[in-house]
């Protein structure tokens, strides 16, 4: 499973606390539980998935890595080398960074909404490999 695992696959379904950002007052409006909506200081910091680049390679290209026999062909070497299945990075939108947030209170109830979809998610894993 290592299409999944990758940190770009990942990127993509990564759920999104901060539901609006002012740059200006760099505050942050979260929303927790869905409902619970907070108003928070924020910084930002370089991208992790794109490491500041604000492009990635498609991983549906390379996740499963590349093999020896793809890079012989002259044509895909040349446009994987060049960057023709790179696309805009799905963490940062192609802004090179993201915000963090600051607040200690915000960040452990989002790591407490983490941990409880997680659980959820490992559920319905489990459910869809049971067969009767």
């Known amino acids: 499973m290592p299409f999944l ?3 770009r ?3 993509v379904k990564r759920p999104r606390f901060i539901t ?3 740059e200006h007052t760099m505050t942050a409006t ?3 539980g869905g409902f619970n909506h907070y108003e928070v200081p924020i910084r ?3 991208c992790p998935t794109c490491n500041g680049r604000g492009r990635l390679v498609n991983p549906s290209i390379d996740a499963g890595g590349v093999s020896p ?3 012989d062909d002259p044509d895909f070497r040349e446009d994987y080398l060049a960057g023709m299945y790179d696309m805009t990075c799905p963490e940062c939108g ?3 960074v993201v915000a963090k947030i600051t607040n200690e209170k915000i960040i452990a109830a989002i790591a407490t ?3 409880e979809e997680a659980a959820f998610q490992r559920m319905c894993d489990m459910e869809r490999c049971f067969v009767p």
């Open 5 to 7: 695992s990758n940190r």
């Open 9 to 11: 696959v990942r990127a």
């Open 20 to 22: 609006a950002l002012n």
């Open 30 to 32: 979260v929303t927790v």
């Open 44 to 46: 930002f910091e370089v």
């Open 69 to 71: 026999e793809e890079l």
């Open 94 to 96: 192609g802004r090179r």
């Open 113 to 115: 909404e983490k941990a």
